[in-house]
């Protein structure tokens, strides 16, 4: 199994521009491609929300939305799955959340992340955390999901563990100076996740639309057993192959 970490850009708040970044990859993508992972939140940008749910509940959407059924009739004509992150509104509650869409076009697995870091402090009842880990079984893998700031609670690391994946997607967005990933960071995210008997899967966004010194510059890796086993750096869109 052949899956491509996807480095590339977004646009806050500019879904179209994303989901046509979601798109076009998978109609280039090479014809050994599996499955091909977007960061979190990519389809609206990790800071598309304004905290005010009467304006987020039109850019938070449902998984069963216009947009995602586009992207799911791409990747069954082009025959690859694909996963990305969105903001997802689900009855009168939004969460982020990675969906799943497997070659047929057809969502096989929609996660919502369970720590709350990707939201600020205060917010109300209507922005949620999903409740549990789970896996769904891709190519004759095992995959679970965990979304950024998952993978830095121990209780978290435990239960993955114990649902005895293959392959652990980690899909991020991390606001880190790209020299500052590179050199240090890229070591500390290989420990934190060494306990893991799989491998583990770490792709991070490129946000198009800021510029400063602490916003998402990319970059992805494969850790196992705390070692980075295959990485391109953060400071450009690129994207890594890693074959299972």
């Known amino acids: ?27 280039n993508c090479p014809k050994n491609i599996d499955l091909i992972v977007f960061g979190e939140s990519f389809l609206q940008g990790f800071d ?41 509104l689900d009855d009168d509650s939004i969460y982020s959340s990675q969906i799943v869409i497997d070659k047929f076009g057809k969502i096989i697995f929609n996660y919502k992340r369970v720590s709350s870091g ?21 190519e004759g893998k095992n995959i679970t999901i965990a ?3 998952d ?6 690391i ?18 880190f100076n790209y020299e500052q990933w590179n050199n240090l960071k890229k070591y500390e995210y290989a420990k934190q996740v060494s306990v893991l008997n799989s491998k583990t899967l770490y792709v991070n966004s490129y946000c198009l639309d800021k510029e400063g010194f602490q916003i998402a510059r990319g970059g992805a890796a494969c850790f196992s057993f705390g070692k980075i086993i295959d990485e391109i750096p953060s400071g450009s869109e690129e994207t890594l192959i890693i074959h299972l």
């Open 48 to 88: 598309a929300l304004t905290w005010d749910f009467k304006i987020d509940k039109n850019i938070a959407i449902s998984k069963n939305d216009k947009i995602i059924e586009e992207i799911c009739s791409c990747s069954k004509k082009k025959g690859v799955a694909v996963s990305f992150g969105y903001f997802e």
């Open 1 to 27: 199994m052949n899956i491509l970490l996807t480095a590339f850009g977004f646009k806050n708040n500019d879904i179209v521009f994303n989901k046509n970044q979601i798109v076009s990859t998978i109609k």
């Open 147 to 149: 979304l950024c700031g």
């Open 158 to 175: 435990i239960k993955i563990q114990n649902l005895n994946p293959d392959v652990v997607l980690w899909p991020v967005y991390t606001d």
């Open 118 to 138: 990707w939201r600020i402090i205060n917010t109300d009842h209507h922005y949620k955390e999903g409740k549990k880990f789970s896996t769904f079984s891709f």
């Open 151 to 156: 993978l830095w609670y121990c209780e978290n």
